[in-house]
């Protein structure tokens, strides 16, 4: 591994999102800059505050920044999948937040001058849909030149979708904005349904992350308990798969993931709408992960995780 990464974070909290903070906070070789949120899980508002609340609960001191409330076409979301996150987006736990708000810059912008700050250094981890990447590109086509490289879990290249299909679920929030993204020439980590769904965590595992009677033990064992109680019911599954932190894994350690150098582009029209598209080219400036060291990878996280909030 390399030395330390700068890293932006652009989140939608969300059950999964929570637990990839957890770790990303956990791994001394991920410099968190800010968190951007944007709207995916729940809304914006919801997404925001659940971000803030989650960083006053695991001691994260990194600005966070509100993103966007409505995908690249304009159009805000009919509805939310509360059916997974509950419909605040946290399992509908009481988030309460005592000190921390939201900077007056939006995600947008941060994006924008954190890239001129530190050009060519920041990587950013999207664990959402890409609206605030896709606009940031948009107001200044010159960010492409100055991000180092965008780690985003999403997409199916090996797989069907999860809302269906063809589509999984952060690419078809915005498939436009993914699509803006995929044709940046940024270059660009795929950690997509092909290795998530082969990563799955258990409730005893979360419960083995904090000491017995820990707050922290709590309100895991209560968000992820719901996000368990979806997935034994939608799949039959008695473990729930380990999506947004997959990608902090990718960020954190490379070598647990086996990748395919290609061109990604995603479908904007038709019944095949959000459909990620990998052609594999040794030319290509996209990875597509294709297989994962998952017992390495759920091993690391309990240490990171252990060492940091024991």
Same mark, same amino acid.
């Given at each position: ?15 999964? #999102?929570?637990? &990839?903070?957890?770790? +990303?906070?956990?791994?001394? /070789?991920?410099?968190?800059?800010? *968190? !951007?949120? @944007? ?64 900077? #007056?810059?939006? &995600?947008?912008?941060? +994006?924008?001058?954190?890239? /001129?700050?530190?050009?060519?250094? *920041? !990587?950013? @981890? ?185």
């Amino acid at each position: 591994m390399s030395g330390t990464r700068k890293v932006v974070l652009d989140t939608d909290p969300g059950i999964d #999102d929570a637990m &990839a903070l957890l770790y +990303l906070h956990a791994c001394d /070789n991920l410099e968190l800059l800010g *968190i !951007t949120t @944007i709207l995916g899980n729940a809304s914006i508002e919801n997404c925001t505050n659940n971000a803030l609340f989650l960083c006053e609960q695991f001691g994260i001191t990194a600005p966070v920044y509100r993103g966007a409330d409505r995908g690249m076409t304009g159009k805000q979301p009919e509805d939310y999948p509360d059916f997974v996150h509950g419909l605040n987006g946290l399992a509908d736990i009481e988030v309460t937040v005592a000190d921390k708000s939201a900077e #007056d810059q939006d &995600a947008c912008t941060f +994006l924008l001058e954190s890239s /001129n700050a530190n050009p060519g250094e *920041i !990587t950013i @981890i999207a664990v959402g849909r890409m609206t605030n990447i896709a606009m940031a590109l948009n107001k200044d086509p010159t960010f492409a030149n100055r991000v180092k490289e965008i780690i985003f879990m999403g997409g199916a290249a090996t797989c069907e979708g999860n809302v269906n299909t063809w589509a999984e679920a952060n690419i078809i929030g915005d498939p436009e904005a993914a699509s803006i993204v995929f044709n940046s020439n940024i270059p660009l980590v795929m950690v997509g349904l092909d290795v998530t769904l082969q990563t799955r965590m258990s409730q005893a595992f979360v419960n083995s992350l904090m000491p017995d009677l820990s707050p922290l033990q709590s309100l895991l064992l209560s968000i992820n308990s719901v996000y368990a109680s979806f997935y034994k019911t939608n799949q039959n599954w008695d473990e729930f798969p380990v999506h947004d932190s997959s990608a902090i894994a990718y960020a954190h350690n490379p070598d647990l993931f086996g990748r395919e150098l290609g061109r990604l582009s995603c479908i904007l029209a038709g019944e095949q709408r959000g459909r990620t598209l990998f052609v594999p080219d040794p030319a290509g400036n996209h990875q597509v992960c294709l297989s994962v060291d998952s017992n390495a990878m759920l091993d690391d996280f309990l240490k990171k995780v252990t060492a940091a909030y024991r």
